[in-house]
């Protein structure tokens, strides 16, 4: 490649390689990031942070230590590489804000988040914070007090939430590699709208430690990225046990990346049907018959109560995040977004039984899904009901239903997420004339291999991939 700057269209595993053989500085590989950030970001709103000195220090650093021969810095898996955070982790001289108002006055974080700190470990480089919904409570990333992020792939669209940053900083080219969080839905949402890849691991996999929660039962953190060899990657190089996570599972590490391969080979797959059939527009439907083709799938199953297990998910979500934000609510209600505070103070109104009931259906769908996996290895799902809706869309069309649109962006993951599967959403292009829409897929919990190895067999067959958007 002739210039620093071209290297931002390959992926992190490229970025790295290229440094390590001396092609390209650390120094000039963030510094290309940081120009195209500040080329673009207006137009885009993905940073509500840019880190440049920090990432320049540790830009020379790194560079210093090649240079004098460092034999273990040279060998580091993620050398180089620039890449950001959803603005509810800790980042070290920066308040948390979780993309609110009421967080602005407090101080600012004392140390990175363990999942950061991990991925700097290996050699990447942090550039900044991205915009996401306030309290990580939505589906598009229009945020009020940030301004509303935009989808690269056409401004006038969302990029999805409530990591849209998270996803719209990959798609414009800004870095390879972020981290943000899954609830209801907040990775594979915005890896659907603006065509990247993104993994929520399973519930209890990498810890939480030092992010700003929003349903401690719910809440998962993950990667985004450009392929899916950054997916497994990076996520390799975040396992490890956290006591200070109460929700992370002591588990040995289970190194994904060198399993990629193996490819679909010998596995069981099925699309789910049904529900995510229903529930879905034509540009969904194809992307799942563009997969499934692909791997050669014809199987088709069904799981029962998906629509039950949504809204359980929506009664826990409100119930449980109401709850951690009723201090504010009672005292700097005016200061929340008004679709947010209404929704949490609708969540504190619910009644105790509702929830206990949730959590019942909760249980019984965990265990419908665990049949299902006894007689197949990943299931294959539409990721979002259809592609990007513009800024400021109040109202959907899902196959006859007329559905508001925010929430509904989430039919597809809601279900998922209250189970704590692991998924990978993979990106396909073709199936709306201009935009992406992904494919879930998923497996039995701590089989992150198996969703990383078939979503890499479809960036390797051509049928999912993340291009950076061109901005024009």
């Known amino acids: 490649m002739s210039g620093a700057g071209d290297w931002l269209a390959a992926d992190a595993v490229a970025m790295a390689h290229a440094v390590r053989e001396r092609q390209l500085s650390v120094t000039q590989l963030v510094g290309a990031s940081l120009q195209r950030i500040a080329e673009t970001d207006e137009r885009v709103n993905a940073f509500t942070d840019v880190t440049e000195d920090r990432a320049l220090r540790r830009a020379e650093q790194l560079d210093a230590k090649l240079a004098a021969g460092n034999d273990s810095v040279a060998a580091l898996p993620l050398l180089g590489v620039p890449f950001a955070a959803k603005n509810l982790f800790d980042i070290a001289g920066i308040t948390t804000l979780a993309g609110s108002k009421i967080e602005r006055g407090k101080p600012a974080a004392t140390r990175d988040s363990p999942l950061i700190e991990r991925l700097e470990a290996a050699g990447a480089v942090l550039v900044g914070a991205l915009n996401?919904?306030?309290?990580?409570?939505?589906f598009t990333t229009e945020n009020s007090h940030e301004g509303p992020c935009r989808n690269p792939h056409d401004l006038s669209r969302v990029a999805g939430g409530s990591s849209g940053g998270s996803a719209a900083a990959i798609a414009a080219g800004q870095v390879p590699l972020t981290l943000g969080s899954d609830t209801n839905g907040s990775i594979r949402v915005p890896s659907s709208l603006c065509g990247t890849f993104g993994l929520?691991?399973?519930?209890?996999?990498?810890?939480?430690?030092?992010?700003?929660?929003?349903?401690?039962?719910?809440?998962?953190?993950?990667?985004?990225?450009?392929?899916?060899?950054?997916?497994?990657?990076?996520?390799?190089?975040m396992q490890g046990f956290d006591p200070h996570d109460p929700a992370c599972v002591e588990r040995p590490h289970e190194a994904t990346a060198g399993l990629l391969d193996q490819g679909a080979e010998g596995l069981r797959i099925a699309i789910l049907g049904g529900y995510f059939h229903d529930n879905a527009k034509a540009e969904a439907q194809a992307a799942v018959t563009r997969a499934a083709d692909a791997l050669g799938v014809r199987r088709e199953l069904h799981l029962p109560e998906v629509a039950r297990a949504r809204a359980a998910a929506f009664l826990i979500s409100n119930s449980q995040g109401s709850n951690l934000h009723?201090?504010?609510?009672?005292?700097?209600?005016?200061?929340?977004?008004?679709?947010?505070?209404?929704?949490?103070?609708?969540g504190a109104l619910l009644p105790a039984t509702w929830v206990q009931q949730a959590q019942r259906v909760r249980r019984w769908f965990g265990l419908q899904a665990a049949e299902l996996f006894k007689d197949v290895d990943v299931l294959i799902a539409p990721a979002t009901p259809c592609v990007a809706p513009g800024i400021g869309t109040e109202w959907i069309e899902i196959n006859g239903q007329h559905l508001p649109a925010r929430p509904s962006l989430g039919l597809l993951t809601q279900p998922i997420s209250c189970i704590g599967l692991p998924v990978c959403a993979a990106p396909i292009w073709g199936c709306?004339?201009?935009?992406?829409?992904?494919?879930?897929?998923?497996?039995?919990?701590?089989?992150?291999?198996?969703?990383?190895?078939?979503?890499?067999?479809?960036?390797q067959a051509g049928i999912a991939h993340s291009p950076i958007a061109s901005l024009a």
């Open 432 to 459: 709306h004339p201009t935009l992406p829409i992904a494919v879930q897929i998923i497996a039995a919990p701590w089989r992150e291999d198996l969703v990383l190895r078939v979503g890499h067999a479809l960036q």
């Open 132 to 138: 996401m919904d306030e309290y990580a409570y939505g």
């Open 200 to 237: 929520k691991p399973t519930y209890g996999r990498l810890p939480r430690n030092r992010s700003y929660p929003f349903v401690a039962s719910l809440d998962h953190l993950g990667p985004f990225a450009r392929s899916a060899r950054d997916l497994a990657l990076s996520y390799d190089l």
């Open 326 to 346: 009723l201090p504010d609510l009672k005292r700097r209600a005016q200061d929340f977004e008004p679709l947010s505070r209404d929704r949490f103070l609708a």
